[in-house]
């Protein structure tokens, strides 16, 4: 992007397109490990703990992506005189709820990839009895 065309609002443009752009890669994630269940289920074989080590590294890979990318945002701004120091601490303590939903699932993810790479090879041998 030219930095003549950087604005305040093409920057939280740029915060929310890339918000949704995690929260689509992390919501398929947990549709892959349903489907990793069914299919376990299905064939016998342990493919749902497998989707636990994917979930996890989605989850861990997005929340770091997600940090960096406000990062840069709020540095480009200061840089470009839209705010103050003030107003990036604000920003570092209180970010956009969109980013917050989608880091939060984003924790959420790894964590419940974490229990299913663990413990996924039991759960459906359990659920079936």
Known sequence: ???????????????????????????????????????????GTDWFS????VMCLVGAASTFRLA???QQKLATALKQGFASVEREIELILDPPHRYQLVLYVGYATGIVGTVIWGYGDMLPRLLAK
């Open 1 to 43: 992007m030219n930095p003549k065309q950087i604005t305040p609002q093409s920057l939280l443009v740029e915060l929310d397109r890339s918000c949704f752009l995690v929260g689509v890669i992390l919501v398929s994630s947990w549709f892959f490990a349903a489907f990793s269940y069914f299919l376990s289920r299905r064939t």
């Open 50 to 53: 497998r989707s636990g080590s």
């Open 68 to 70: 960096g990318f406000l």
